[in-house]
């Protein structure tokens, strides 16, 4: 079994989560007592959250980078960056380290395709829905085509994500506003829904809408499974 390096805190809560689900997988592929081998550097979301809403990006991925040397000298074989908005700076940490990064995107958009669908809507923070490092790479890689939230949808879906899921509050209405934008989405055109904050599976999972929703922390956690046991 290979070990999985992990880039966690980014908030705690859904690394959490991450380290569940990949036990969980290992446990079932292997039986007995199996658990997954893990090095895990978890940061200070504090202070890569000033980083984001600086913009100083440069100093983020210097501090992941930093934690993907950390996981690689503990032994990792591979890493996973456990947020989908960090990887705006993942080729900081590509260039700082020796063993793969398995990219998020690239786990949710052969989960899309094998699902045979070629549109699907973004939800994230503000950075993931806006900028090109993460609906980027799912076109050009992956040919999908991917839709956005209007600005005062971004707003909330980006709100929520900081002000109450990092800090592991999950509200009634904030799951209905959700709902709505997501229902919007298909409206124009969405055939699935990316869940692209790894927090946002705390709020919404497949039980509360028949929009078909790709889980992003799942996806993750899954192929780290495979690529650990392959």
């Avoid at 809560?13 to 446990?27: C, D, F, H, P, Q």
């Avoid at 950075?127 to 956005?148: A, H, Q, S």
């Avoid at 869940?195 to 790709?214: K, N, R, S």
């Amino acid at each position: 079994m290979k070990t999985i390096g992990l880039i966690g805190g980014m908030s705690w809560e859904s690394t959490a989560l991450y380290y569940r689900l990949i036990n969980e997988g290992v446990k079932t592929r292997l039986g007995g007592l199996h658990s997954a081998r893990i090095a895990l550097i978890s940061v200070d979301f504090q202070a890569i959250e000033v980083m984001q809403h600086a913009g100083d990006w440069a100093a983020a991925g210097n501090a992941l980078a930093q934690a993907g040397r950390q996981a690689q000298a503990a032994g990792a074989d591979f890493l996973l960056l456990c947020t989908n908005t960090m990887h705006k700076v993942a080729p900081a940490i590509e260039e700082a380290v020796t063993i793969p990064l398995l990219h998020i995107a690239d786990a949710t958009g052969y989960a899309i395709r094998a699902a045979g669908m070629d549109a699907v809507g973004l939800l994230g923070t503000r950075f993931t829905m806006e900028e090109e490092f993460y609906k980027g790479r799912l076109r050009d890689k992956f040919g999908l085509d991917v839709l956005i939230p209007p600005p005062a949808d971004r707003e909330i879906i980006h709100r929520v994500i900081y002000d109450e899921l990092c800090l592991g509050v999950v509200e009634d209405g904030s799951r209905r506003e959700y709902l709505r934008i997501m229902d919007d989405l298909r409206a124009r055109g969405a055939q699935g829904i990316i869940e692209g904050c790894t927090e946002i599976v705390m709020l919404v999972q497949q039980e509360h809408t028949d929009v078909p929703l790709f889980d992003t922390t799942s996806l993750h956690a899954r192929r780290a499974v495979e690529q650990a046991l392959e």
